[in-house]
């Protein structure tokens, strides 16, 4: 018995679902999202391993082989970069994803609830206080800091969260407020202790850049991101009943408390790392799970995959730009992805026939 | 069996809840009425366990309700709480679909919730945005949702169902079509619990009415039994006239 | 409690997987970041890379400024340096970028960087030569020969660095014929509360050279000076580069310093502008410019 006012109805609203023949082709799978990505991802790889300001002699490769100078350029400067800035991209969005659903609130980013800034914070710190931990920790010193500066926020952010007993989610969000503010504070602090050459290396550290990118830097962040990626597709049901309200995701039976905990930490891991080899890249978290969101499905299971492979593919387009456009030079990649998303963010959201649904 | 056994809940000062005792069996259409602030949904809220700070005893299947593990719970019971919105542009079949059992048995979970919006007549929404539907549609896909979470689980009966003002949103033809409903899933075994407001689809369908006046119980039993002339006039201090429904011979209430 | 675990055994697998990392890195990157200096080159390189503007001048000086393909967004003088390709600004620069001119031979100034980007050059044994800074002007001396001797210009280095002995000598000559040090003070940054030379800055020791008494001594590098202390301070002089005064509307718009109207300086309207590279590079045209300083201050 179905009734005829709401099939009358149905026509005039939009569906938010891009009812296109190729949402149809691939099914709701997530299998089609890995296969569909992975092969544009594939694409947009080499596309961008083969741009870049050395003109790279392909046939040069071919014959002199990974020891020759182009197979070097190739193998050493741009295939980690390209790599590195997949899986940041990938580590954003994705962590992007899963703290919107988490918080239940779509302007919600990696860096607001303050893992961002501790990072900042503690590279801060090993900048102007403790040269001498760079002196004995070599080339990823300050990554190391950024990293054990985001890990430690983590925690405290738990600690403040379970002040008052369970994880409430508005607190974790306050606590990261005032977290964003305090390390804000310290860093001005210690701004005005630094020497005109601190302050130009925190300074160009804190603008984000794939520009060091090497191997070892490329095997710790892909790790990290496919662990997260991968148990993020796994909790995907959770996080779309967290939706409901935390009550009703309990009575269908989700612990609600070890998952907000596992998404917090896995997010921390990940932001943190990507924090650590590449500095502050903004707007990817935010932009790419809208966009997907918009355009295609909320549904965490569709769209944590894809907002790691949009990621990606997205993060490096942008650091293509930003090392091809200005060339010999280089842009800031956080410029880039800014300066790339915003207009087309604003565009999304108010086309003409935009649904406003998110 | 849900058994309540000298349940009291404070709140500060304040008595939410006084020494009610009470049993939930399969089979029956249980509905808890009584005035705003009686305790009619911390009483719920009690019974599915989400209110914690009771004192007395609560026991599901014979085991106190504190020891269940929420998984094992949720696949015992569904719930339906008052309504709030969803973030994001989730289609109504996505929602029905969070309803599924993680270690589902079910073939085809997507018929399943296909089949369980087209129950509640909303088959024809399953693509629409879940944020764009009107009250009474995101009602009935609600509902759908939590007859997918018992419908996919393993585990064989008795199941409960728990819903907190169903009928809020919907028109009187939904109202009429829900009630219908859950007398046939109680008639086949399920126990429902469901907190109403309005005493003549109480009065019509329950086959057990719990009368809550503040924080205690006033009465268990059946329609004719407990809705009273002196019972609705203690309970919302209005002048009434209790007749019999022409063909049910049910009490209906009627206004002076 | 329950949280404790997970976040514990996460917060300490993390730090050990981070620190093996950064031990294995230790190993697998044996090579420093600083990278070396003493490169031998049979030829006389054609292709220059030069990163930071004094090294710049120095090659431009030394008559090789013709091989300079590349350069640094610090490198504006002479004017064919802005000509050249221009990789970025000196911290910030991209290995691709310098690659991509396949440079012959890089010549940067202490600075250069980031370090990683340094090393990823080094490890495709990109020709380098790096230059420390300049805080005295024997490192000047010594810079310029090390520039001169790479590119087969060791006459060259050793003339211009005899001319340039010989200035720095009237210099000093002339500034023990002074009977006082005029107080002057350096002004970097003129808004909010302006950021003043102390210390250990170029400004310092070109105030110094050019026989100045640097009022801000007593402070370390470049810190924001308040209405108060500029009054207390009380130069004589007030010293800019023109980047600087041209963001507040030149000269006069320096009058409009918290605390400047009491000083010394805002009476006599005594308001230096010069150029920054000028100035502040500590390249070959530094006497110059320390010469140019004394002559504004002693009014000739």
Redesign the interface.
């Known amino acids: ?3 005829k006012s ?2 009358m109805s ?1 026509h005039d ?5 891009m009812h296109i023949p190729l949402v149809k082709m691939l099914s709701n799978t997530s299998l089609s999202i890995w296969i569909g990505g992975g092969v544009v991802l594939f694409l947009v790889m080499f596309f961008s391993l083969s741009m ?4 790279l002699d392909w046939s040069s490769v071919l014959s002199t082989g990974w020891h020759g ?1 182009d197979g ?2 190739l193998l ?3 295939l980690p970069r390209v790599l590195l800035s997949a899986s940041v991209g990938a580590a954003l969005a994705v962590s992007g994803a899963a703290l ?2 988490l918080f ?3 302007l919600a980013d990696p860096g607001l609830i303050g893992i961002s800034s501790g990072a900042v914070l503690s590279v801060a710190l090993v900048i102007v206080i403790f040269p001498a931990w760079t002196a004995w ?5 300050l990554s ?1 800091a950024a ?2 500066g985001g ?1 430690l926020t ?2 405290l952010i ?1 600690k403040i969260g ?1 002040l008052k007993g369970g994880h409430n989610v508005m607190q974790l969000i306050l606590a990261g407020v005032a977290i964003n503010a305090l390390a804000g504070a310290a860093v001005g602090f210690l701004t ?1 202790l ?4 601190q302050l ?2 925190l300074t ?2 804190s603008m984000g ?1 794939f ?4 191997w ?1 830097a490329v095997w ?1 962040t892909t790790g990290v991101t496919l662990i997260s990626v991968a148990f993020l597709i796994h909790q995907s ?1 959770h996080l ?2 967290l ?3 935390e ?2 995701a ?6 609600t ?1 070890q998952l907000k ?2 998404i917090i ?1 896995l997010t921390a ?1 990940s932001v ?1 790392c990507a924090v650590a080899v590449s500095g502050i890249i903004g707007f990817v978290g935010l932009v790419i799970p809208h966009l997907i ?1 918009l355009m295609w ?3 965490h299971r569709v769209l944590i995959p894809s907002s790691a492979i949009l990621g990606a593919i997205l993060m490096i387009l942008a650091d293509t730009f930003a ?1 091809t456009v ?5 842009l ?1 990649v956080g410029i880039v992805t800014s300066l790339l998303g915003g207009p087309f963010f604003l565009w999304l959201l108010f086309r003409p026939n935009s ?1 406003g ?2 | 069996m849900l058994n309540l056994s000298l349940v009291s809940v404070n709140k500060g000062s304040k008595c939410l809840l006084h020494n009610i005792d009470l049993s939930i069996s399969p089979g029956e259409l249980s509905i808890i009425l009584g005035p705003n602030g009686a305790g009619k949904s911390t009483l719920l809220n009690c019974m599915i366990g989400a209110e914690l700070k009771y004192q007395g005893q609560i026991q599901f299947e014979n085991i106190e309700l504190k020891q269940w593990p929420i998984k094992d719970l949720s696949k015992k019971r569904a719930v339906l709480s008052q309504l709030a919105g969803i973030t994001f542009p989730f289609t109504a079949l996505e929602v029905v679909q969070m309803g599924i059992q993680e270690d589902a048995i079910v073939k085809d979970s997507r018929i399943l919730c296909l089949d369980a919006l087209d129950k509640m007549g909303v088959a024809s929404l399953a693509h629409i945005a879940y944020p764009l539907l009107s009250g009474g549609e995101r009602q009935r896909v609600q509902i759908a949702r939590a007859f997918v979470q018992l419908a996919s689980s393993e585990q064989g009966k008795p199941q409960y169902l728990f819903l907190d003002e169903p009928t809020s949103a919907l028109d009187l033809h939904h109202q009429l079509q829900l009630m219908q409903q859950l007398q046939t899933l109680a008639k086949k075994g399920l126990a429902i619990v469901c907190v109403l407001h309005d005493l003549q689809l109480a009065a019509q369908y329950a086959d057990k009415i719990i009368l809550l006046k503040e924080g205690n119980l006033m009465g268990v039993g059946k329609a004719s039994e407990l809705l009273t002339e002196a019972n609705i006039e203690s309970l919302y201090r209005v002048p009434n006239h209790i007749v019999a429904h022409p063909s049910s011979g049910r009490p209906m209430v009627l206004l002076k | 409690m329950k949280w404790q675990t997970p976040v514990c055994i996460t917060f300490i697998s993390a730090l050990c997987f981070a620190s093996i990392f950064a031990f294995a890195l230790q190993a697998t990157q044996a090579i420093s970041a600083e990278p070396v200096t003493a490169v031998h080159f049979d030829n006389v390189p054609t292709r220059v890379v030069s990163i930071g503007g004094a090294t710049t001048e120095i090659l431009f000086a030394l008559g090789v400024g013709d091989r300079v393909i590349g350069s640094d967004t610090t490198s504006y003088y002479p004017e064919q340096a802005q000509e050249t390709a221009k990789v970025g600004y000196m911290r910030a620069l991209s290995a691709e970028g310098v690659l991509s001119l396949e440079p012959e031979v890089v010549f940067a100034a202490e600075g250069a960087g980031p370090a990683k980007v340094l090393s990823q050059l080094q490890a495709l044994s990109t020709p380098w030569v790096s230059l420390p800074e300049v805080t005295s002007l024997d490192l000047l001396y010594e810079n310029i020969m090390t520039i001169g001797q790479v590119m087969s210009r060791e006459e060259s280095s050793l003339a211009l660095v005899a001319r340039l002995k010989k200035e720095q000598f009237q210099l000093e000559q002339a500034i023990k014929a002074d009977n006082k040090k005029p107080r002057i003070l350096f002004v970097m940054q003129h808004t909010g509360s302006p950021m003043v030379a102390g210390r250990n800055t170029a400004a310092d020791r070109m105030i110094r050279l050019a026989g100045g008494d640097n009022v801000a001594s007593a402070v370390q590098g470049y810190k924001p000076l308040t209405a108060e202390a500029m009054v207390n301070l009380n130069p004589q002089w007030i010293l800019s580069t023109t980047l600087g005064a041209d963001k507040v509307g030149g000269t006069e718009g320096m009058h409009g310093l918290p605390g400047f109207k009491f000083t010394a300086a805002a009476k006599a309207n005594h308001i230096i502008v010069m150029d920054g590279l000028f100035l502040l590079g500590f390249g070959p045209r530094t006497l110059q410019a320390a010469q140019e300083l004394r002559s504004f201050l002693h009014d000739k």
């Open positions: 018995m179905i009734n709401n099939e149905e609203r939009v569906i938010p679902v870049g300001a050395y003109r100078r070097m350029i050493d400067i741009r919107q659903g239940r609130n779509p920790s070599g080339l990823y010193g190391l990293f054990i890990a983590c925690v738990f379970r005005y630094s020497t005109d050459e130009r290396t160009f550290w850049s520009g060091g990118a090497m070892p710790m049901g779309n009943r939706l409901l309200g009550a009703e309990r009575y269908l039976g989700t612990d408390d905990r596992r930490l891991l943190g969101r499905k909320a549904d090392r200005v060339s010999p030079a280089e800031p649904s649904a998110s």
